[in-house]
């Protein structure tokens, strides 16, 4: 032992120490003393186990692991957690084992302290295998016991409260792995504390000039408005009081790294930035909510289509609270946000608020399944992933969405984006294996090349030298890759072999109608030739084979069929669906496909084509069966209304059909019809609005407008 060090032992702490005693008090409040004596216990294990050893800020260690379990003790934690955040680092870093512990304090409590040690105990030849085996470790730990994770947060904390001690390539790195890792977990399990907390100080350890900067400009911007908003802080409050209400008010800021996001992200200025700050309102019931609402909407004018009820519908992650914007004095909004107690834990301490209710005897606001199924997710990527670094990889992408993550047979991984089909992936691995695709499996299931991608998958491709490319892929490709891939191979074929590729195609989907093309009376194929004006049968056959017809589409127009034909067929300016000259095409009513929807067609010889949305339910069973599906696409300038259909969540008012069926017609939009859905007792309606409408882009803004309605709770797409 140094000098240094027996130095500092002198100073050492033990259960006298006011640090101790203040956090005695804490876990006094809501733990029984035999569980805090089983904490004392562990504390004066640790203070042994520590004895001497020093952080790099000088302090005794002991301050780091007593810290970390204070932190934890302001979101009531069990004892076991707290016991285990003492001990977290006495496996690591001194003589007792995890027998020890286990012998004094319990299977539990080892495994916890055992759990957070293996984290970061196993190094590796780079930093990157390094990174990804501790998370592998992570999730591993987080998966046997959530509060694992917590414990490390708490960790992660209290040492980038203390990093200026270390150098600063250990610092950016911690840093850095925090931002991209430790926060963006605590945030996935609703812990939006510590979330905060966490980011704030490793942006300010990573960018330390820019946090300065903003820093300072919030400092500045809240003297300008201190006095206004303890104003308007003071008004509520009284007001809220004269009327009966027992509620607590705050004023709250955005934190640094939330507003540097928002200025990064909508690349905004600071002067546009008018969420920096807001008022919130503590109350006892939902009740007292919605009442606290009301009497602040009397007091102050509220912005329109700000108000989001988030009580009546949380949101995905359980969240609940009203929001509103009011108009201020000089025409400053200000945000409000109004929810009971219990919500503004959950809001705050998200899944760590499970403990917290565990010790009341209360149920928690909402179960866990969510958060659950996310770390099952990832622990799956951990088993299929190839190797630390397509681990980490991936673990990535799921903390930052935007990408789907694939597994080749092999277990490389390989990032694509968003709503990439089997073809784009098998053009993201080779050209070839797109060129001779010939068939594909996706985890083992046959799977048709339009099939959408999600994260996860392993997905196999086989190839077949006599295989080319389909040109009906294009309608459905979504990478620039596969796209250009395909367009040069069928440019790069002769005329003379688009037409032999032509004919292929067009006898092969005629089999599927039984017939060859010598059985089609001269009649009808001139009709049919004169439709995609095409002077002679090779012409056609180019067209199919140089991707600009659907051979399915064209076999099934000359087809015999009972169907009538088209009237005005030869024209084809009023084509809405690509390839489809000729035939009959009706849309699907169970989905109501629009302009903009990536689409599906189902192909019978009675119906002709009817086209369904990708997403439609109630074509999984017909895809499964055969060959009847077929990928479509839009015409490129479609002039034409369709039928959509939304959902519209609404308030049991009087009068609300009416207000709602003005809203559209105001921006008009005609109601086709409209349906009443009154079979759910939760006091609020469902009604089915069917409209006329050109597209997607369109029903977007008519949602978006009807959103904003206070009185409409949710508003979406039908889907089937
Ligand atoms: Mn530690």
Redesign the pocket.
């Known amino acids: 032992m140094d000098k240094t060090s027996i130095i500092k032992n002198s100073r050492e702490f033990n259960i006298s120490s006011k640090k101790y005693l203040d956090f005695k008090k804490k876990i006094s409040k809501y733990l029984n003393p035999y569980q805090v004596k089983k904490i004392e216990k562990s504390f004066n294990l640790a203070c042994d186990a520590h004895k001497g050893q020093v952080r790099k800020s000088g302090e005794a260690y002991i301050h780091?692991?007593l810290s970390?379990a204070s932190l934890l003790a302001d979101f009531q934690l069990d004892h076991e957690s707290i016991m285990a955040a003492i001990l977290?680092?006495v496996i690591e870093d001194t003589e007792i084992g995890k027998e020890n512990l286990k012998k004094s304090f319990g299977v539990k409590v080892a495994e916890l302290v055992d759990g957070v040690s293996k984290l970061d105990k196993l190094s590796f030849s780079t930093k990157e295998e390094a990174d990804a085996a501790n998370l592998r470790k992570m999730i591993l730990a987080m998966s046997q016991d959530i509060r694992v994770i917590l414990i490390k947060l708490a960790?992660r904390k209290h040492?980038l409260e203390t990093i200026d001690a270390l150098d600063s390539k250990k610092r950016k790195k911690i840093g850095k792995e925090t931002l991209e890792i430790f926060a963006p977990i605590a945030l996935r399990l609703g812990i939006h504390s510590l979330n905060k907390e966490l980011e704030d100080l490793a942006f300010e350890t990573v960018y330390p000039f820019r946090y300065a900067t903003l820093r300072s400009m919030i400092q500045k911007s809240r003297g300008n408005r201190k006095e206004l908003m303890e104003k308007i802080k003071n008004l509520i409050e009284k007001k809220l009081q004269d009327e009966g209400l027992n509620t607590s008010v705050v004023a709250r800021e955005k934190h640094v790294y939330g507003l540097y996001k928002k200025m990064k992200l909508k690349e905004f200025k600071f002067s546009q930035i008018n969420d920096l700050f807001g008022v919130r309102v503590i109350s006892n019931t939902v009740d007292d909510c919605y009442r606290s609402l009301g009497i602040i909407h009397n007091l102050y004018t509220p912005v329109p289509g700000r108000f989001k009820d988030y009580i009546a519908i949380p949101k995905s992650n359980g969240y609940q609270s009203l929001h509103t914007s009011i108009i201020g004095p000089h025409g400053l909004p200000i945000e409000i946000q109004i929810r009971t107690k219990d919500m503004n834990i959950l809001a705050e301490s998200g899944i760590a608020s499970h403990w917290f209710y565990k010790s009341k005897n209360i149920p928690s606001l909402k179960n866990y399944t969510k958060e659950q199924q996310w770390i099952t997710n990832l622990l799956s990527i951990q088993k299929d992933s190839g190797n630390p670094k397509e681990y980490l990889k991936s673990i990535k992408a799921d903390l930052h969405p935007g990408k789907v993550y694939v597994f080749t047979p092999k277990g490389n991984i390989l990032d694509l984006p968003k709503r990439s089909t089997i073809i784009d992936y098998a053009y993201a691995v080779h050209t070839d294996l797109g060129n001779n695709y010939a068939s594909s499996k996706v985890d083992d299931l046959p799977a048709s090349p339009s099939t959408i991608l999600k994260n996860g998958q392993r997905v196999e491709i086989l190839v077949n030298k006599k295989f080319i490319p389909d040109p009906g892929w294009l309608n459905f490709v979504v990478t620039e890759k596969a796209r250009h891939s395909i367009r040069a191979y069928l440019k790069s074929i002769k005329k003379i072999d688009a037409i032999a590729l032509g004919k292929k195609l067009l006898d092969y989907s005629l089999k599927d109608f039984d017939i060859q093309l010598n059985d089609i009376p001269k009649k009808t194929l001139n009709i049919v030739l004169q439709e995609y004006s095409c002077e002679t049968i090779d012409d056609l056959y180019a067209e199919i084979g140089l991707g600009n017809s659907i051979a399915k589409l064209v076999a099934m127009r000359i087809a015999p069929t009972d169907m009538p034909l088209k009237e005005n067929s030869a024209s084809n300016t009023d084509i809405q669906i690509r390839g489809t000259e000729g035939l009959v095409v009706s849309y699907a009513k169970c989905c109501y496909p629009i302009p903009g929807d990536p689409i599906l067609g189902h192909i019978s010889q009675e119906k002709g084509v009817v086209v369904h949305r990708q997403k439609c339910r109630s074509l999984n069973h017909m895809k499964k069966s055969s060959d009847e599906t077929l990928d479509l696409s839009w015409a490129d300038n479609v002039d034409d209304t369709f039928s959509a259909s939304i959902k519209v969540e609404v308030e049991n008012v009087r009068g609300v059909l009416a207000m709602i069926s003005a809203q559209i017609a105001q921006n008009d939009f005609n109601i086709e019809s409209v349906t009443y859905d009154d079979t759910k007792t939760t006091g609020h309606n469902i009604m089915v609005f069917v409209i006329s409408i050109n597209g997607v882009k369109e029903l977007n803004k008519l949602i978006k407008k009807l959103k904003k309605n206070s009185n409409i709770l949710n508003v979406e797409r039908k889907r089937s």
């Open positions: 780091h692991p970390a977290h680092d960790d040492n």
